[in-house]
């Protein structure tokens, strides 16, 4: 019998190396605002494995706050999915959520941010025993990240953000049993370490109402069972994916995303976009890809 909740919630996987891609494919809009707030609903469509689910999805919002040459952001999401455990009787709901904070200083064109984000999912399962009754367990996910950003864009219409990031982060991966046969048997597996991404983003706008986007970057982990990547309340995205990969170690692994942005100008010069995202691994053990649609009113 195993019990394991594996971090692969697997939606919006964006490197943060892509926290600057919306700020890319949005420069002309919405100068002069001071509040943008966003909502997201991401869903993973292929990929994941054996124990990949087509109905894994994620409902996220953020508000963030223009101070002159910085910013302040808070975001927070849901994610819920189906699980198949290993000699389960069922299977299992797997619910999360994920929250943040991020704050950036604008240099010219150049972008530095401080992001600080905490994960949790929680699923339960039933098991058959071998020659013996049901029993009952649950299982959690922790996870805590921060980590530091700094992107610049070049060019104008057509637009080139080059973005590296380093970060640490640490998961906690914890089993309960509650069953007469297992009094109070619980088991927790903690893993950290530090990670690194470096990539590029591209946009091109055309006309005054359609950007569009595309970006690519390779992480680096020094324990990849410590890894969470996440969206950070940029919009693009869902509440944040969690990994796990078995036993800790090194890996690489790349990331991408592509979409359009349609935005406006209405309500006195009031900004509105809406974005359609794919994004996606490669070099994961358990690639997938995800589509996410947002949309963010900037006031």
């Not at 797997?94 to 999912?121: K, P, V």
């Amino acid at each position: 019998m195993s019990l394991r909740i594996p971090n692969t919630t697997g939606l919006g996987i964006l490197c943060i190396a892509f926290g600057a891609a919306p700020a890319l494919a949005q420069d002309e809009g919405g100068q002069g605002a001071q509040w943008t707030i966003g909502v997201a609903h991401a869903r993973t469509i292929a990929g994941g494995g054996d124990e990949f689910d087509p109905n894994s999805k994620s409902f996220s919002a953020s508000l963030e706050r223009s101070l002159g040459e910085a910013s302040l952001g808070v975001s927070g999401g849901l994610t819920s999915r189906d699980f198949e455990f290993e000699n389960a009787v069922s299977s299992s709901d797997i619910e999360g959520f994920a929250i943040g904070a991020w704050a950036s200083r604008y240099i010219d064109a150049t972008t530095l941010t401080l992001a600080l984000d905490y994960a949790q999912e929680k699923g339960d399962a039933l098991f058959q025993a071998a020659g013996g009754p049901e029993l009952a367990a649950e299982g959690k996910n922790k996870l805590f990240s921060v980590s530091g950003t700094a992107s610049r864009v070049f060019g104008g219409v057509t637009r080139f953000a080059p973005a590296i990031s380093v970060g640490w982060s640490r998961t906690e991966t914890s089993i309960a049993f509650n069953s007469a046969r297992l009094p109070q048997f619980e088991g927790a597996v903690e893993n950290d370490g530090v990670f690194g991404s470096a990539g590029a983003s591209f946009a091109h706008d055309f006309g005054e109402h359609v950007t569009l986007y595309a970006g690519a970057a390779g992480v680096a982990a020094q324990n990849a069972a410590s890894v969470f990547q996440s969206t950070q309340g940029r919009t693009t995205s869902g509440a944040g994916g969690l990994y796990e990969f078995g036993d800790a170690g090194s890996d690489v692994w790349g990331e991408y995303s592509a979409g359009v942005i349609f935005s406006r100008q209405a309500f006195g010069g009031k900004s509105i976009s809406i974005t359609l995202d794919v994004s996606g691994s490669a070099g994961l053990p358990e690639d997938f890809v995800a589509a996410a649609v947002s949309t963010s009113f900037s006031f």
